[in-house]
C-alpha cells in the first residue's frame, strides 16, 4: 500500500509568525518539502492560468504574480495597467547594439509640483527590479520602495522638488520590455527583445523629459542600477541635469557583479521552463527564478548583518536536519526567492541584468558603442523607406543623443610622484570628461558585495582626474551600515544616512 509521508517545514508569514506547512511528498521513499513545494507552485501556477484564460482577454504573460505577494518594497502590480502616467513614444528606436524597437512605452510617477520655470524637476532612476511606484499616491496608495524617503519636508522634500521615477525600458512594470508585444506581429517579443544597454534607458528617458519639456533637471538620482543610469544620464547630456548623485552604482560594472549576475542567469535560463524565452503563453520558469533571486539575495545583503541576524540557528531545532531550508539563513533565502519567482518576469531580469554587466564609461567604451550607432543607421534608413508616414525629423532627434565625449583626449595633471595607473582609470576619467562641471555626489557602503566600494571610490577618483571639482564622496563604513548593497533600501528612522546625506547634496545651492 502506498504510503504518503508529510513532513513539516517551517515558513515565515510575517515578522515572529513562524508557521508549519505540510507538503505531501510524491515520493514515498523520500521527503523533500522543498521540491514538493515547487510543483505544488506549479500545480498552482496551471491552475490559475486556466482560470485566468477563461475569466479575461488580458495576457498572462505580462508581468506575472501570485496573490500570496501581498507584501514587500512595492506595490503588487500583477496585470500591471493602473496606477501610473505613461509616455508613449511612436517613432522608431535603435537601441546602441543595433536592435530596432518600432515604439516604445515608459511608466512613469511624480510627486510635487513642477515650478513655473520648470527647474525643480528630480529624476530618479531605479534599480534592477523596481517599479515605478517609489511613494504612495492617491493613484496608488500602496507604500513605495522609497516610500520613507520622499514627501513634504522628506529627504527628497515635495515641497520643493517634483519628483519623476519611470520604470526602466526592459522592464515588466508597465514599460516596454520581453513581455511586451511586438508590433510587427502581436506576438511577445520575449527573447526577440533587442539587447539594451544603460544608455538606451537613459536615452529613452531623455525622450520623456522632452515630453514632459523639461529642459534641464534639478538632479539626476539614483541608486544601484539607478546610480548607473544617474551617471550616464551626466555622459548622454551634461547639459541636461545641475547635479547628479549615484548610490552604490559605479561607472562600470565590476568582475564580481558581474560572476554574480551570470550565475543567476545561467540558473534561470537552464530551467526548462525558460524555453529559451517563449514562455508566455505556459508556465513560466518560476523555479529558475526563484533560485536566481536566492543567488541574488546573497549579494544584496552582508555576512555581518546575518550573523547577527540568523547566526546558525536552525529553524527548528526540534526536528532532525534536512536538506530542504533548515538553519534561518536557508528559511529567510527560501522566502525572499519564494516572494519574487512570480512577482516579476524571467527575460526582464535576463535583460536588465545583463545591461548592468555591460555598464561601462569608459572612453574607449562609449566610443565603441557611438560607432556601433553609427554602423546602425542603415537600419533606421531601411526602416524610414518602409514607413514613409513616420517623421524623419523626430527619429534623428530620437537616435541623436550619443555621449558627448571630447575630441582630443584630455591632458591628465601632471604628478611625478604618482604610481602609474593601470590604462582603465585614463580610460574612465576620459570617459568622465563630459561629467567635469557638474556637482556629483558618490555613496558607497563598504559591506556592499555586489557593488564593491571600490566601484565608487574609483568613480569619484576618475571624477576628480577628469577636472570635476565638485564631487562629494561618501562612504558608510561597518558600523553605519552592515546591510551591504540593499543599505539604500532600509529606513532607520534617525540614522538614515542614505537620505540625509542625499537631502544635503540636493539642498545646497
Ligand atoms: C541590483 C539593483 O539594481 S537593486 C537592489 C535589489 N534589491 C532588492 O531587490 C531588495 C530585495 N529586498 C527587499 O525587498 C527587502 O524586503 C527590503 C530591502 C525592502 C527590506 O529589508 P528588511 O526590512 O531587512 O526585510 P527582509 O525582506 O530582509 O526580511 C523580511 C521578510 O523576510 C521574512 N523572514 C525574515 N526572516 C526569515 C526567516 N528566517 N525565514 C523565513 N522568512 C524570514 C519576513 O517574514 C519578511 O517577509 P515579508 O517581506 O514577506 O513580510
Known amino acids: 500500500m502506498m504510503r504518503s509521508l508529510f513532513r513539516s517545514i517551517p515558513k515565515r508569514l510575517g515578522p515572529n509568525k513562524l508557521v508549519f506547512c505540510r507538503f505531501q511528498s510524491s515520493n514515498p521513499q ?25 475569466s479575461s482577454n488580458e495576457d ?12 514587500g518594497p512595492e506595490p503588487i502590480y500583477g496585470k500591471i495597467v493602473s496606477g501610473f502616467k505613461k509616455f508613449n513614444y511612436n517613432n522608431v528606436f535603435l537601441c546602441d547594439h543595433g536592435g530596432i524597437l518600432p515604439k516604445f512605452e515608459l511608466a512613469y510617477e511624480t510627486w510635487g509640483t513642477l515650478n513655473e520655470d520648470r527647474s525643480n524637476a528630480i529624476l530618479l532612476h531605479t534599480g534592477l527590479s523596481a517599479s515605478s511606484h517609489a511613494h504612495s499616491h492617491p493613484d496608488n496608495p500602496q507604500p513605495g520602495w522609497w516610500e520613507q524617503f520622499i514627501g513634504p519636508g522628506k529627504d527628497l522634500d515635495t515641497n520643493k522638488f517634483y519628483i ?57 538620482i539614483g541608486s544601484s542600477l539607478g546610480g548607473m543610469q544617474s551617471l ?3 555622459a548622454l547630456a551634461p547639459h541636461r541635469t545641475a547635479r547628479i548623485a549615484s548610490i552604490s552604482g559605479g561607472a562600470r560594472s565590476h568582475p564580481y557583479s ?3 549576475r551570470f550565475t543567476q542567469r545561467q540558473i534561470l535560463m537552464n530551467d526548462p521552463q525558460w524555453n529559451r524565452g517563449f514562455y508566455y503563453d505556459g508556465i513560466p520558469p518560476h523555479t529558475g527564478m526563484k533560485l536566481a533571486r536566492e543567488v541574488a539575495t546573497i549579494s544584496y545583503r552582508s555576512g555581518p548583518e546575518w550573523e547577527q541576524r540568523f547566526s546558525t540557528r536552525r529553524a527548528n531545532p526540534a526536528v532532525p536536519p534536512a536538506m530542504c531550508p533548515d538553519f534561518l539563513i536557508e528559511t529567510y533565502l527560501d522566502h525572499a526567492g519564494e516572494k519574487f519567482c512570480l512577482q516579476y518576469d524571467p527575460n526582464s531580469l535576463l535583460y536588465i541584468s545583463k545591461a548592468m554587466d555591460m555598464h561601462d564609461m569608459t572612453a574607449s567604451n562609449q566610443k565603441l558603442l557611438a560607432e556601433n550607432r553609427k554602423k546602425n543607421q542603415h537600419k533606421l534608413e531601411k526602416y524610414l523607406a518602409e514607413n514613409p508616414n513616420v517623421s524623419q ?11 558627448v565625449l571630447p575630441d582630443t583626449p584630455i591632458e591628465e595633471i601632471s604628478n611625478e ?8 582609470d585614463s580610460d574612465l576619467t576620459a570617459g568622465l570628461v563630459p561629467l567635469r562641471n557638474i556637482p556629483t555626489m558618490i555613496m558607497g557602503v563598504e559591506s556592499d558585495n555586489l557593488m564593491p566600494v571600490a566601484c565608487q571610490r574609483e568613480t569619484a577618483r576618475c571624477l576628480e582626474k577628469a577636472g570635476n571639482d565638485k564631487v562629494v564622496y561618501h562612504e558608510l563604513n561597518a558600523d553605519e551600515s552592515f ?25 545646497q545651492s
Do not use: W
Open 164 to 220: 519623476i521615477c519611470c520604470n526602466i525600458l526592459g522592464s515588466c512594470y508597465g514599460s516596454t520590455g520581453p513581455s511586451s508585444i511586438d508590433p510587427g506581429d502581436g506576438k511577445h517579443y520575449a527573447t526577440r527583445f533587442p539587447i539594451i544597454t544603460v544608455n538606451d534607458m537613459v536615452r529613452t528617458q531623455i525622450l520623456l523629459l522632452d515630453h514632459l519639456k523639461i529642459d534641464k533637471l534639478h538632479a539626476s
Open 60 to 71: 498572462p504573460g505580462a508581468c506575472i504574480t501570485s496573490p500570496s505577494l501581498a507584501s
Open 258 to 260: 558581474i560572476a554574480l
Open 417 to 424: 610622484d604618482r604610481t602609474p595607473e593601470p590604462d582603465v
Open 30 to 54: 523520500m521527503s523533500f518539502p522543498c521540491v514538493d513545494q515547487a510543483q505544488e507552485r506549479n500545480r498552482r501556477y496551471e491552475e490559475s492560468l486556466q482560470q485566468f484564460q477563461t
Open 232 to 234: 550616464a544620464f551626466g
Open 483 to 507: 546591510y551591504g548593497h540593499d543599505t539604500f533600501l532600509i529606513y532607520r528612522k534617525n540614522f538614515n544616512l542614505v537620505g540625509s546625506k542625499l537631502k544635503n547634496f540636493l539642498e
Open 393 to 403: 525629423e523626430d527619429v534623428i532627434k530620437a537616435n541623436s543623443n550619443s555621449v
